[in-house]
């Protein structure tokens, strides 16, 4: 499981993960997901994003190949292109 700490968040903004956990549970508080935060992440398996977030970025998880399962809230308002790119094991 991953730790706080891993996460580098501005005013609800996830702008980077930098933890080594094959479950990520995005903190809760978070509302947007920056471009490329999690990309190339070849560790995540699973991931699962809190009510509350409502915009995914360009390449957020892209090339996070071994992930195969993503829990998305129903506030998500816009995933925006690529976000899930090269996501072969989804």
Do not use: H, Q, W
């Not at 080594?20 to 809760?28: A, G, L, N, Q, T």
Request: charged share 20%; net charge negative; with cysteine.
């Amino acid at each position: 499981m991953c730790d706080l700490d891993d996460f580098v968040i501005e005013n609800g903004l996830l702008t980077r993960y930098e933890g080594m956990s094959s479950e990520v549970v995005i903190p809760d508080g978070v509302t947007d997901i920056d471009s490329g935060a999690l990309s190339y992440n070849d560790t995540i398996i699973r991931l699962v994003i809190p009510m509350g977030v409502t915009y995914i970025g360009f390449n957020s998880f892209a090339g996070c190949t071994n992930l195969e399962e993503v829990v998305l809230p129903d506030s998500i308002e816009k995933i925006e292109d690529y976000a899930f790119s090269e996501c072969v094991s989804l």
